[in-house]
């Protein structure tokens, strides 16, 4: 005897057909949501990030590198950022880099910004030097706290690079990374009260952000606190070896930090 599905299905009780097209959703649901559960992968942490960059770097594994071009491409301007450096440090591909760099930080990526920024400033990267673009990104970077970005500003404006010579301009951006903790940005604030360049004389504001900057282990302002105790003869004894303790100090931290500020 044939059996007519179709009559069959036609005469089939109603809740047998919901529960046979109940059971095919389900079947199709589950082996949707399995193929979603493989193919999907976690976002990772900006630590995760750095650290796939630091592995590129150093040890060059083609994992670390693989998962950093996959999540740059995702639009991840941590990433975007670590592999270009990691091409910039490689030299192979500098317009890779650059143009890596220059996605994260259109994304507001402060590193990146301020990379792409000492390029331009130095001609770095295969890029020309630009003092427009990198009073751009300088700028940029400072927005978001860069302490150095903040210190290479004052540069730019004392010396009209990338924009119009505007001392009070300069003395503005000193004052920025200096209260951001920038001890090279303290020194030369102190010189600009001492002198009055961009701001008006201010002694005391002179010795406030000289005795900052050597607290902040700066060299040249340990050593320069230590004359200015050796000048004073009111209180000759003990200046005179605080002033021997500075210098030997100065010399100390000239050797073993300067490099800091280069």
Not at 57 to 62: D, G, H, L, S, V
Not at 103 to 127: I, P, R, S, T
Request: aromatic residues 10%.
């Amino acid at each position: 005897m044939k059996l007519n599905y179709r009559k069959f299905f036609l005469r089939a009780r109603p809740s047998l057909i919901f529960s046979f097209v109940s059971m095919l959703l389900l079947a199709c649901g589950l082996g949707f949501a399995s193929i979603t559960y493989f193919n999907a992968s976690p976002t990772p942490t900006s630590a995760q990030i750095e650290s796939a960059g630091v592995l590129a770097i150093n040890a060059q594994t083609p994992a670390s590198m693989a998962s950093l071009s996959q999540w740059a491409q995702q639009g991840m301007p941590a990433a975007q950022r670590e592999l270009g450096l990691v091409l910039a440090s490689a030299g192979t591909d500098l317009p890779q880099a650059v143009s890596w760099l220059n996605k994260a930080a259109l994304a507001g990526d402060n590193e990146a910004q301020f990379v792409l920024a000492e390029a331009h400033y130095k001609a770095k990267l295969g890029v020309p030097q630009n003092y427009a673009l990198a009073w751009k990104w300088y700028a940029a970077a400072a927005m978001q706290e860069n302490t150095k970005a903040s210190f290479m500003l004052a540069r730019m404006a004392k010396y009209g690079e990338g924009a119009p010579l505007d001392l009070a301009l300069s003395v503005h951006y000193l004052q920025q990374a200096s209260e951001a903790g920038n001890a090279q940005a303290m020194f030369l604030l102190s010189n600009a009260y001492a002198v009055g360049e961009g701001v008006a004389k201010n002694a005391d504001l002179t010795q406030k952000w000289l005795e900052k900057s050597a607290e902040g282990d700066y060299p040249v302002a340990i050593h320069e606190l230590a004359l200015s105790l050796t000048a004073n003869q009111d209180q000759a004894g003990e200046n005179a070896l605080a002033a021997r303790h500075l210098i030997k100090e100065a010399n100390d931290e000239r050797s073993l930090r300067w490099n800091r500020y280069q």
